[in-house]
């Protein structure tokens, strides 16, 4: 049987995510839009591309060290934002990342839709962390949590452009998953299978908005009713000039999340963002768009060596990591990889998520003949196809 001590690599920790949550809720972890085709792709994507070692380098002292969004980090990868972590880990939910991040010293990104509050999560551990923020439409609200991740603490903050509605996810509309999950005849009968869930999620309170107090709960009639609910509370004509409002102040490292072409990432830096980060959401918003380690090259070319650029999607292998760097990106973070720890064993599964990571990183490093992640370039990789 499989236990987070036996997991050896991050598709072990998602079969055991898949035996510890409902299953409603894994696919909503794992599911993309419509026919997953850019799911498929963003992982995919990596094995177009070889590492290229160079023998004989001296790799007798390694280090991993690097700087993310303004903060130190001791490895080149982090947590992405994830809303509703109290789905996959009600006992815990978002504090389980951020103390795991604490941990390991790298930044943990706080999504706007956490169950637990920007500050709760903040005060959780003394570590580095990011601020994902959607655009409200209600500008009083949007200012206030802009306001209030200052005060929390905040280092970054992260722009998610990709979501304007909510992206098409037929695994959902299926499985009839709620969010929060709802307790109704036919869902209670899958929440059983999984008891130990259940007790923790009726002893939680998971269903809770944790940025949004004063919100009346949201009404849940259907598997849609959420999507179309949170749909309502986006700005819908949000522009380039409403970014740069944001950016100028904000003042600090400041990202634009979901860039997936050059044209976009030179307006996002024209806006005057200090960081892109190359994702589509995991898959899970339009579906037919680029895989972000496919864009890394002529994104790089496009906005010169001095932009910061996170590569966001398909991250599952230490490799990986280093193909995203060698391609010319700065760092890469972590969806997927950190949800399935977190469904898997809260606060130890996320550890366990990253130091698998970070022990295959390390690996690849040494034997690629890099000793620091400076020394990672286009001489480490050529593309196969
Ligand atoms: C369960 C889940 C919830 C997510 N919630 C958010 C969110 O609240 N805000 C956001 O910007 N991105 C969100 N994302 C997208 C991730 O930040 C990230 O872009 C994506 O997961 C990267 O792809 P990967 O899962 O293949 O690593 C979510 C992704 C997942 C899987």
Redo the contacts with the bound molecule.
């Keep these: 049987m499989l236990t987070l001590k036996s997991c050896i690599n991050i598709d072990d920790l998602g079969r055991l995510a898949a035996w510890k949550v409902p299953f409603p809720v894994n696919d ?2 794992e599911g993309g839009a419509d026919d997953e085709v850019t799911l498929r792709r ?1 992982r995919e994507g990596f094995g177009d591309y070889q590492i290229v070692p160079q023998g004989l380098q001296d790799v007798s002292q390694i280090s991993t060290h690097t700087r993310i969004m303004g903060c130190d980090s001791a490895l080149p990868f982090y947590i ?5 972590s109290g789905m996959m880990c009600p006992k815990e939910a978002e504090l389980a990342g951020v103390r795991a991040a604490a941990k390991f010293a790298v930044p943990y990104t706080a ?3 956490s169950n637990r509050s920007l500050e709760e999560i903040s005060q959780a551990s003394a570590g580095d962390k990011l601020f ?1 923020v ?1 655009v409200l439409d209600d500008e009083k609200l949007a200012a206030e949590l802009n306001q209030r991740a200052r005060q929390a603490g905040f280092k970054g903050m ?1 722009l ?1 452009i990709d ?1 304007i509605v909510g992206g098409n996810r037929e695994r959902d509309a299926r499985s009839g998953l709620t969010i929060p999950p709802k307790l109704t005849m036919k869902s209670v009968m899958q929440y059983m299978l999984r008891p130990w869930w259940l007790i923790g999620y009726l002893q939680s309170d998971g269903a809770s908005m944790g940025n949004f107090p004063h919100m009346p709960k949201v009404s849940l009639k259907d598997s849609q009713a959420f999507v179309i609910a949170m749909s309502k509370l986006f700005k819908k004509d949000l522009t380039w000039s409403d970014a740069e409002d944001m950016i100028q102040k904000w003042g600090g490292p400041f990202a634009v ?1 979901g860039i997936m072409s050059a044209s976009d990432a030179v307006r996002a830096c024209q806006a005057g963002a200090s960081t892109i980060i190359l ?1 589509n ?4 918003q339009l579906d037919g768009v680029p895989s972000p380690i496919e864009l890394v090259e002529e994104v790089r070319a496009a906005v010169g060596p001095d932009v910061e650029i996170i590569v ?4 599952r292998r230490g490799t990986d990591v280093f193909k995203a760097l060698a391609l010319g990106a700065n760092s890469c ?5 950190y ?1 399935r720890g977190l469904s898997a064993g809260g606060q130890a599964g996320v550890e366990k998520a990253l130091s698998i990571l970070k022990a295959e990183f390390e690996r690849c490093m040494i034997l690629a003949g890099c000793s620091s992640i400076d020394q990672i370039g286009p001489e480490h990789i050529r593309r196969i196809r």
């Design positions: 909503y972890v963003n992405s934002a994830t809303g509703f999504s706007t839709f994902q959607y992260v998610t979501t999340k994702s959401h995991g898959g899970r966001d999607g398909g991250i973070s972590l969806g997927r990889a949800v």
